[in-house]
């Protein structure tokens, strides 16, 4: 299939499905129109490199608050199982 990033006319090969790959490169066109901003006189390649920075920092971003939650959970969970075993051990017969 076909795509088009910055006015650049690209081949994917892909199994994905078509509508996916048409809004990745939606999503990157949005982030090197980002980068680009009111400045029209940046390079595509510089507006790409920025793309990719800004795209790395939302990624790297979302993975440490993934990290934030999975740490949150795993202490929740804890805490609940302490206080199970704590009423387990309170009840007749325990």
Not at 2 to 18: L, Y
Not at 40 to 58: E, G, N, P, V
Request: charge should be positive; charged fraction near 30%.
């Amino acid at each position: 299939m076909k795509v088009t990033i910055a006015g650049q006319s690209m081949s994917v090969r892909t199994d994905a499905d078509p509508r996916y790959i048409k809004s990745l490169a939606a999503f990157v066109e949005d982030k090197m129109n980002a980068a680009r901003g009111p400045a029209k006189s940046a390079t595509t390649l510089h507006q790409a490199l920025l793309a990719a920075l800004h795209i790395a920092d939302d990624l790297k971003q979302l993975e440490r608050r993934q990290a934030e939650l999975l740490r949150e959970v795993r202490e929740r969970s804890r805490r609940i199982l302490r206080h199970l075993d704590s009423e387990a051990s309170r009840e007749p017969g325990a």
